[in-house]
């Protein structure tokens, strides 16, 4: 179960449509692969077959999880570069550990989230601590990469940790559903996460039977994706289910709606609601590196390849693996 729950009657409720308002159609449905990621831990591929121009200003999503890992199973990554956006990780269950060679880190637990900004250039590591690796455990969680626009690709590296009580709860006008706002803004209430790129980044449980009707910026795209349960999407209901993002095309509301029976291990539909200021700027990627040109990720190459992008602390996070 999530790891950040409250009661949905004590809290703010979202305000009720105006008479006119448009509900966002749904433009397209799509289903995520499944995959491995970095030292071999399962994710799905939220944002596959997905157009650029529909994602923008995102680059990547990944579902990690949701498992149950045997003791000496968990995984996570090596030592790796970034350069020109931001990695964002979310730990809805279970625990992530973060390093990187500009001094940020910590443990992402609890429905916390890291908001790494690469910027300019950075090496980080996440991977499960050492007692996760032992005893096994829940692990299930979302990384998700926010484009950065030329103007920022060169800024500063920066690390912000989110502490699971620190986002900021909304409940939906009926009381169904719970909304945990992240980052950005909805409904004039602002989640703790600072981004260069204005974006709106919540997760929402909708209890069986309740509908989610949230108010949405007209200027930002919008995106919903299902972590689990099933449920339906828009102003025609359009049928969706874990592991597959629905794109919205332009109005002033975004709905869900829960169905009336969910799966016995979740029994709630949970789902990651998220959206953005188009950037609107050529995208070249390759690997870790997200940049304006091929010559960019030339030079993001070459100084990695000098260094130029830190270096690995002494005494530094390594995979752990099972004695």
Same mark, same amino acid.
């Given at each position: ?43 799905? &591929? ?45 730990? %809805? ?68 940790? %989110? ?18 706002? %992240? ?16 974006? +709106?980044?919540?997760?929402? +449980? ?47 509301? %975004? ?52 260094? &130029? ?15």
């Amino acid at each position: 179960m999530p790891a950040v729950t409250a009661d949905t009657l004590t809290l703010t409720r979202v305000s009720a449509p105006a008479p006119s308002d448009t509900e966002r159609p749904v433009r397209s449905i799509t289903t995520g692969p499944r995959g491995y990621e970095g030292e071999g831990f399962p994710v799905v &591929r939220a944002f596959a077959g997905v157009s650029a121009a529909a994602l923008d200003p995102f680059i990547h999503m990944d579902q990690m999880g949701e498992i149950e890992y045997q003791p000496g199973e968990p995984r996570g990554t090596d030592w790796h570069p970034h350069r020109g956006f931001e990695t964002v990780t979310y730990m %809805i269950d279970g625990c992530f550990a973060h390093q990187d060679s500009h001094g940020g880190g910590g443990l992402i637990t609890d429905g916390a989230t890291q908001w790494m900004t690469a910027g300019s250039g950075i090496l980080h590591i996440e991977t499960p601590p050492a007692e996760l690796v032992e005893s096994g455990g829940t692990f299930h969680g979302v990384q998700l990469w926010v484009n950065l626009p030329k103007k920022d690709k060169f800024a500063a590296p920066k690390y912000q940790a %989110i502490e699971g009580g620190e986002v900021k709860l909304l409940a939906s006008e009926d009381g169904g559903a719970l909304i945990r706002i %992240i980052a950005g803004g909805l409904d004039g209430q602002e989640g703790p996460g600072a981004t260069h790129t204005p974006i +709106t980044l919540a997760h929402a +449980t909708i209890e069986p039977g309740a509908r989610l009707n949230l108010p949405w910026n007209r200027d930002f795209n919008a995106l919903v994706y299902v972590l689990s349960g099933q449920g339906s999407v828009g102003p025609l209901k359009r049928s969706i289910q874990q592991g597959q993002l629905a794109v919205f095309g332009p109005g002033d509301r %975004i709905s869900v709606d829960a169905a009336g029976s969910q799966d016995s291990n979740r029994p709630a539909l949970e789902v990651l609601i998220l959206g953005g200021q188009p950037i609107r700027e050529p995208v070249v990627q390759y690997g870790p590196f997200v940049m304006n040109s091929k010559s960019e990720i030339i030079e993001a190459m070459d100084d990695f390849n000098a260094g &130029r992008f830190g270096s690995i602390p002494p005494g530094a996070l390594r995979p752990h693996t099972s004695s």
